[in-house]
C-alpha cells in the first residue's frame, strides 16, 4: 500500500505514468467509467477547500465510486478533540482510500502511519500539496510537450505557498530547469528548500523582486496568492497583498508562448483582463486536476 504525503513519493517514472494515464483519460474518459465501482473515497478536509476537495469527488464519481468526508474540522468531531490519528483509524473501515487536508504541516503524514488505507495529502499548512504538483505537471506536459529544458518563474508568496514548495520539489528531477523566484524578501523560498532542493540538485535559481524584468527570460509563469491564512499579523498582509499584479501590460514583456499557470483561488495577483489571454491555463489546469486524481486514485487502488 502507498501513501501520497510528498510529490517525491511517486519516482520520476512513476509519474510519468501517472501523467501519461492522465492524458488517456482526458482523451477517452469513457473508457474508464466504471473501474471504481464499490470502491469508497473518504474526503477529510480541516481546510477550506474549493478545487482540492470537488476535483477529488469529481475523480472518484467519474471512475464509478462513491464518496464520503467532510469539509470543516467544525463539522467533524476534530471540533470535540478528536486526534487525526484516532479518524483515520475509524475511516480506515469506512473507506478504500482517504485524501487529507489540514492546516498542520505533517499531520498527513501522521494520518499515514495509522492507517490501513491509502492517503493522499491534500495540502498540510505551508509545507506540501502534492496533488497540485501533479496537475501542474501534467498542464505543463500536455499544453508546453515537456517537463525538461524550462525556465520557470514563480511569483508571489514564495514562502507560505505549499504548491511552490511541492513543485519546485517536483521540477528538481527533470533536465536543464532554471528557475526564477520573484518575490519580496519577505516572501522569499524558504531557506531549507534553497538548500536541502535547489543546491543539492546544482538547480540554477536567481531570487529577483521585478516581475516586470523577470518578464522575457520565462517559458512559464507560476503566480501564487499571497496566503493571508498563515500570516501572524494582518499589517504585513495587508502591505504585502498586492504587491504583485499581473495585468495586460506586462503580458507584452512575455514570450509568445509562455505559459500562465496559478493554482487558484486567485485574489487580486492576475488581473481578470488577462484571463483571455491564450497564454492563461490556470482554469484548464483546474480542469486537468480531475484527470490526474482520477489516474491516482486509480493507480492507488491498483484498479487497472
Ligand atoms: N489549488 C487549490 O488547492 O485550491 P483549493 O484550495 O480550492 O483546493
Redesign the pocket.
Known amino acids: 500500500m502507498k501513501h501520497i504525503i510528498s510529490p517525491t513519493d511517486l519516482s520520476v517514472s512513476e509519474l510519468s505514468e501517472l501523467l501519461d494515464l492522465s492524458e488517456e483519460i482526458i482523451l477517452n474518459p469513457k473508457k474508464f467509467a466504471d473501474v471504481c465501482r464499490g470502491k469508497k473515497l473518504a474526503t477529510l478536509f480541516y481546510e477550506?477547500?474549493?478545487?482540492?476537495?470537488l476535483s477529488f469527488e469529481a475523480a472518484m464519481l467519474n471512475l464509478g465510486g462513491n464518496i464520503l468526508g467532510f469539509s470543516s474540522a467544525d463539522s467533524s468531531s476534530a471540533a470535540k478533540g478528536e486526534s487525526v490519528a484516532d479518524t483515520i483509524r475509524v475511516i480506515s473501515s469506512y473507506a478504500d482510500i482517504c485524501a487529507i487536508r489540514h492546516p498542520k504541516e505533517g499531520a498527513p503524514y501522521v494520518a499515514s502511519t495509522y492507517s490501513t488505507i491509502p492517503v493522499i495529502n491534500a495540502?498540510d499548512g505551508g509545507h506540501n500539496?502534492p496533488t497540485?504538483t501533479f496537475t501542474d505537471l501534467l498542464t505543463i506536459k500536455n499544453l508546453k510537450g515537456r517537463l525538461n529544458n524550462l525556465t520557470v518563474g514563480f511569483c508571489g508568496d514564495l514562502k507560505f505557498g505549499r504548491?511552490v514548495h511541492s513543485l519546485i520539489n517536483a521540477l528538481a528531477r527533470y533536465e536543464n530547469i532554471n528557475l526564477v523566484l520573484i518575490s519580496p524578501e519577505e516572501l522569499r523560498v524558504p531557506a531549507y528548500i534553497r538548500e536541502e532542493v535547489l543546491k543539492t540538485n546544482n538547480i540554477p535559481y536567481t531570487e529577483v523582486r521585478d516581475l516586470e524584468a523577470a518578464m522575457p527570460s520565462l517559458d512559464i509563469l507560476y503566480m501564487t496568492r499571497v496566503q493571508k491564512e498563515r500570516f501572524f499579523n494582518e499589517e504585513d498582509y495587508i502591505r504585502l497583498k498586492d504587491i504583485y499584479i499581473l495585468d495586460d501590460k506586462k503580458m507584452t514583456f512575455a514570450k509568445k508562448d509562455m505559459l500562465v499557470l496559478h493554482?487558484?483561488?486567485r485574489v487580486n495577483e492576475i488581473a481578470t483582463e488577462v484571463d483571455d489571454d491564450p497564454r492563461a491555463v490556470y482554469f484548464k489546469q483546474a480542469e486537468f486536476g480531475v484527470y490526474v486524481r482520477m489516474a491516482l486514485i486509480m493507480k492507488l487502488l491498483e484498479v487497472l
Open positions: 477550506p477547500s474549493t478545487r482540492t476537495r495540502g500539496h497540485q504548491t493554482p487558484l483561488p
